[in-house]
Each structure stands twice: as structure tokens, then as C-alpha cells.
């Protein structure tokens, strides 16, 4: 059987790509892809101590479900976002959205 | 090593490959094909950790609409065909270093808990696993309560989407 330390392991490697991306990516949508790994890397985590424990207690796998739901509504609020700023100030890069309102 | 092992070595190699690729690739439409790989790979690990329902729900949501709606708003946020100019901030080495640090820091945590390495228990062949997280999603005892909360969410992510998206058309007085 796979330790199950190999699956944390992952899961650390995985967000801390997510976390640069997040930090020194230039355009918002990128940016958002960066959260998109971390969010995948939580979930790894949630379900791998789901099945190392007692498998008769489903709150990994349930709170794994609301990190979906989550992530879905953040990129949908997140990507309308960066269209309606692309609309108005004709850039994403997140260096030059520098006013709070236009 | 069992096969198993060396499945999940090839299944994590793809994952960290193709998530590197979504962080530093020029190309954004690259980016977000590879984070299709990247989510194909996690599938594949939810199923080898025996949650085949959230194997499915990732290839449906995450995949099907997550995935899409990312390459949609990268073809309506781009003034030319090819991207110029760097993709990095200027410090990008000082992230690379803070990355480091935050898997350094997290290895160290984990690594000085001693259930770090152990082994899963033979999954119970006769275990419904479906059907039990069908019923903790809906018993009052258990779940119900962030499920309704997550599709409340939902609801209002999704109002909240239409209205911040949605273009005025031109004459109109609001602000």
C-alpha cells in the first residue's frame, strides 16, 4: 500500500507550486489558476486522511464536496471580475489595477 | 515497490509536471490545458483512494466547467494573438524562495507527526461508501447544514456572476 505520507507530501509540493503562481504571475486569470491548484491540493489532503482513518466518518470526503462548490463560485465571481475590469480599463494585469473605481 | 506505488510515482510525476507548466508558461491557453492535465491527474488519485464519486465529480465539475470557463475568459481578455513581454513579476525569485520555505515548512510539520507514515487499513469490500456520504449529505445528525449553506453559495456566486459581468447597454444611465 501507498504511506500515506506520500500523498501529503504531494499535496505540499502541489500548493506551493499553486502559492508561486499565485504570487508572481503577472495576468489575473493566472493568478486564479494558481488558486485553482492550491484549492486541488487541500482536497488531495481531505481525502487522503478520509481514507487513512476511519472510513465510516465522512467528513473528508463531505467538506472535499464544499471545496467544489466553493471553488466553482470563486472562479465564476472571480472571472466575471477580470472580464468586467478587461471591459473598462482594457488590461487583466493585475499590476496596473491600480484605481479603485472608474 | 508494488505496482500500485510505482502507478502513484507516474501519476504524481504528471501532476507536478503539468502544474509547473500552468505556472510558467507564457501561453495562457497552454496554461489552462494543463491544468486539465493537472485536475486529470487528482482524479485519478481520488479514485485510487477509493472516493470514485468525487473521481466523477472532479472530472464533471472541475474539468467540464471550471476548466472551460477559464479558457472562455482568457479568449475574451486578450487584445492580441500571442502574449509579450514576461509572465513573471520582476521578484519572481523571491516567490520561488518563499515556496520553498512554505514546502519546507509544511514537510517539517508533517514529518514530526507520527501517524506521518502509516499505511490505510484493506478498504471493507462490502463498505458503501456512496451511500454513506449520500446519507451524511442530507442527515440532520451529520452534514446537512454546510450542504445547504454550499448551495446557498452557490445561488448567490452565481447571481453575483451575472450581475458583475453583465454589460450595460450603451445609453444606459446606470453607473
Known amino acids: 500500500m501507498i504511506p500515506l505520507s506520500w500523498f501529503l507530501i504531494l499535496s505540499a509540493a502541489l500548493f506551493s507550486i499553486g502559492l508561486f503562481g499565485v504570487l508572481s504571475r503577472k495576468n489575473a486569470v493566472a493568478i486564479l489558476l494558481g488558486i485553482e491548484l492550491m484549492l486541488n491540493a487541500v482536497n488531495i489532503n481531505m481525502v487522503s486522511f478520509w481514507r487513512y482513518g476511519d472510513v465510516s466518518q465522512m467528513a473528508g470526503q463531505v467538506f472535499a464536496i464544499i471545496v467544489f462548490a466553493v471553488a466553482a ?22 499590476e496596473e489595477l491600480d484605481l479603485m473605481k472608474w | 515497490m508494488t505496482v500500485l506505488q510505482i502507478f502513484f510515482l507516474i501519476v504524481a510525476l504528471v501532476i507536478l509536471g503539468s502544474s509547473l507548466m500552468v505556472v510558467t508558461t507564457r501561453n495562457l491557453i497552454h496554461a489552462a490545458l494543463w491544468l486539465i492535465v493537472t485536475l486529470f491527474g487528482v482524479a485519478v488519485l481520488y479514485a485510487v483512494l477509493n472516493a470514485g464519486f468525487l473521481a466523477v465529480v472532479q472530472v464533471v465539475v472541475y474539468i467540464g466547467a471550471i476548466a472551460i470557463l477559464f479558457i472562455f475568459a482568457v479568449m475574451l481578455t486578450r487584445k492580441e494573438l500571442r502574449d509579450r513581454g514576461p509572465q513573471l513579476n520582476r521578484g519572481w525569485w523571491l516567490n520561488v524562495i518563499i515556496a520553498l520555505l512554505t514546502f519546507g515548512g509544511l514537510f517539517w510539520m508533517l514529518q514530526s507527526w507520527n501517524g506521518f507514515s502509516k499505511t490505510a487499513a484493506a478498504f471493507p469490500s462490502s463498505y458503501d461508501a456512496l451511500g454513506q456520504l449520500g446519507n451524511a449529505l442530507i442527515s440532520p445528525n451529520a452534514f446537512v447544514l454546510p450542504f445547504e449553506v454550499a448551495s446557498v453559495l452557490l445561488l448567490a456566486a452565481l447571481v453575483g456572476a451575472v450581475y458583475i459581468a453583465f454589460n450595460p447597454p450603451s445609453g444606459d444611465s446606470r453607473k
Open chain 1, 73 to 94: 463560485s470563486e472562479v465564476a465571481v472571480g472571472l466575471a471580475l477580470v472580464i468586467s475590469v478587461y471591459r473598462r480599463r482594457n488590461t487583466v494585469i493585475a
